[in-house]
């Protein structure tokens, strides 16, 4: 019952993070038509942000699933858009000048380079979402049941906490010498 359970709230989060994918990555298009980097307020959502917002939304809708689903449809899309911007923007930065100094033009880049190695990184992101989503709600159906008194002040402590790391990764991130790239 209780694998039953975790495996029906695991592909119902997988099916709305693969719909915030699809919308987030005809974002990223849009986006990358229009202007060449995605704005600031669009990429400050990295994995411990998402942690918090989680937490944070299930501790406000413990009883409305569908307010709670569409909270997290949105979260989703902030942390898909997040990271594939922060992909391409990386990509774009590092090997942009070699393709284009070997004839390809920057739409033939877009298409054939960045979308090829970003398929890894959006189903990164799906599972990674999807799993952590399913964690934090069985978690707190069984703190709320378990410690009915107390869950509020759990479910906060976690949500802090992640807030916390995302702000301290989010400083981090952007201090980092631009010239040093991890790929």
Request: hydrophobic letters at 50%.
């Amino acid at each position: 019952m209780l694998v039953s359970d975790i495996v029906h709230i695991f592909l119902s989060f997988l099916i709305i993070t693969v719909l915030a994918t699809v919308l987030s990555v005809a974002s990223v298009f849009a986006f990358q038509r229009q202007i060449r980097k995605p704005t600031f307020f669009l990429l400050f959502m990295n994995i411990a942000f998402a942690n918090g917002f989680i937490f944070l939304s299930s501790m406000l809708f413990t009883d409305n699933y569908r307010l709670h689903n569409l909270v997290l449809f949105l979260i989703a899309y902030l942390y898909v858009y997040g990271s594939l911007g922060r992909h391409m923007s990386r990509y774009d930065d590092t090997f942009r000048m070699l393709f284009l100094s070997m004839g390809y033009t920057r739409q033939e880049f877009f298409k054939k380079y960045l979308i090829v190695q970003g398929k890894w990184k959006l189903a990164d992101c799906i599972l990674t979402f999807s799993a952590i989503a399913t964690v934090i709600r069985f978690l707190s159906d069984h703190l709320k049941y378990f410690y009915p008194d107390e869950w509020l002040q759990i479910m906060l402590l976690f949500t802090v906490i992640c807030l916390t790391v995302g702000v301290s990764r989010w400083f981090g991130d952007s201090s980092v010498n631009k010239l040093s790239k991890e790929e």
